[in-house]
């Protein structure tokens, strides 16, 4: 595989090598690269390839539904491969089988709809990613307008940036409390411009102070609104 530079890592990881430079494996080899992580980017068209090679550690032309073509980058010596291809459903069940056969520790794989993610995880990919229904499922809560962000970060369970309701404003915290009547943790607060920090038993909030909580996408908007 092509040799990379070292630099300052935000994102401690070996190098990874982004197979499909699309929009999806574009804005992800950008995110590492800014924190640090080296990244080989891989397209089967040249003007993907043109338009990344000067934001990337390297970009080449290759074919990842060509087993050979892989070995010749050395991609078995890689430890972590993410399988951009989403649109193109046989390049990316290819590809990802490829890559399983020749033994790479760590393959992640977008998937576009459900049968192409059982797919991928039946092939043997360990990490199965679907950014359209995750985005999807974001915009469904910040469509309100009481939610400034959300992420569901497992089954059931979310954490969200909102403005303190009028709930938990005017008095000293009880967090205990909130959890008993909301089924909401409290995680951390900003005041103004200031810094994030911990939100701590007997602080008073104002109604323009952001606070972090977590817990059920349900009980999020139910407390969102109190």
């Not at 993907?48 to 000067?54: H, I, K, P, S």
């Not at 970009?59 to 087993?67: E, K, Q, R, S």
């Not at 010749?72 to 290819?94: D, K, N, T, W």
């Not at 009481?146 to 969200?160: L, S």
Request: hydrophobic residues 45%; aromatic residues 6%.
């Amino acid at each position: 595989m092509a040799k990379f530079f070292r630099s300052r890592a935000t994102i401690d990881i070996p190098p990874v090598v982004v197979i499909g430079l699309g929009r999806f494996g574009t804005a992800l080899s950008h995110e590492l690269m800014d924190n640090g992580v080296e990244v080989l980017g891989i397209d089967v068209g040249d003007k993907a390839v043109r338009e990344q090679v000067a934001y990337l550690t390297e970009a080449l032309i290759a074919d990842g539904t060509d087993p050979e073509a892989l070995k010749q980058l050395g991609i078995e010596e890689v430890e972590r491969v993410v399988v951009a291809i989403g649109s193109h459903l046989e390049a990316s069940i290819l590809t990802a089988s490829n890559l399983v056969e020749m033994g790479v520790k760590d393959i992640w794989a977008k998937a576009d709809s459900e049968a192409h993610a059982r797919i991928l995880s039946q092939i043997g990919v360990h990490h199965v990613v679907r950014p359209e229904r995750d985005t999807g499922r974001r915009v469904a809560h910040l469509l309100s307008g009481d939610f400034q962000d959300f992420a569901e970060i497992a089954e059931g369970y979310g954490v969200t940036k909102l403005s303190a309701p009028a709930a938990v404003v005017g008095k000293p915290l009880d967090p205990a409390d909130v959890w008993k009547n909301y089924r909401v943790q409290l995680v951390s607060v900003r005041q103004g411009q200031g810094q994030w920090v911990p939100l701590e038993a007997g602080a008073e909030l104002r109604r323009s102070d952001l606070i972090v909580a977590a817990g059920s996408p349900a009980d999020l908007e139910k407390f969102s609104r109190c």
